[in-house]
T-cell receptor, first 115, second 114 residues
């Protein structure tokens, strides 16, 4: 049981390049999330997927797209990277909301540097 | 709109001592959940403790406990017998069942001095 895994761990891009951050969870969770973390800004939600087949925008969706490929996988794509997207990206997952409170489980993060 | 405020950007504590990290939140909801997450230098977010708003009893997990004051909208984290491995960023977070999104504070950086 690996929990939430993310690839790659670290990436350097040039402005205008594209890339996809991969995330997978093996806990059979319904909901998955992408965050970015910047100094002094805390964690900000980019996109989330409440269940397989659905995605919704978070606080800072501009410049990103997501795909909920199946229940396990939720990818984040940068179509044309900009220096402002230099950040640490976290993927998280949780079971569906309900009577019992559910916790978000985080991956190890991806450090992205856009030059 | 819900907000979470951590008023202490940095804290320090001596090894084996006790430290309390503050968190306040603003909400009009009556049912919600509160969390403390730890982020060590490895960057991974780790759940420390959670509290359901409908429970009056304060949550406890080993050396970690909370002081939940619902009327005051306060949710502080107490770390007893602090250890060097407790050094990390600590984030307070809030969510309701209306959606699955967490609202995050900006974090408190905790240093543990030997």
């Amino acid at each position: 049981n690996a929990g939430v895994t993310q690839t790659p761990k670290f990436q350097v891009l040039k402005t205008g390049q594209s890339m996809t951050l991969q995330c997978a969870q093996d806990m059979n969770h319904n909901s998955m999330y992408w965050y970015r973390q910047d100094p002094g800004m805390g964690l900000r939600l980019i996109y989330y997927s409440a269940s397989e087949g659905t995605t919704d925008k978070g606080e800072v969706p501009n410049g990103y797209n997501v795909s909920r490929l199946n229940k396990r996988e939720f990818s984040l794509r940068l179509e044309s990277a900009a220096p402002s997207q230099t950040s640490v990206y976290f993927c998280a997952s949780s079971e569906a909301a309900g009577i019992v409170m559910k916790t978000q489980y985080f991956g190890p993060g991806t450090r992205l540097l856009v030059l | 709109a819900q907000t979470v405020t951590q008023s202490q950007p940095e804290m320090s504590v001596q090894e084996a001592e006790t430290v309390t990290l503050s968190c306040t939140y603003d909400t009009s909801e009556s049912d919600y959940y509160l969390f403390w997450y730890k982020q060590p230098p490895s960057r991974q977010m780790i759940l420390v403790i959670r509290q359901e708003a409908y429970k009056q009893q304060n949550a406890t997990e080993n050396r970690f406990s909370v002081n939940f004051q619902k009327a005051a909208k306060s949710f502080s984290l107490k770390i007893s017998d602090s250890q060097l491995g407790d050094a990390a960023m600590y984030f307070c977070a809030y969510r309701t069942d209306l959606n699955r999104k967490l609202i995050w504070g900006l974090g408190t950086s905790l240093a543990v001095n030997p």
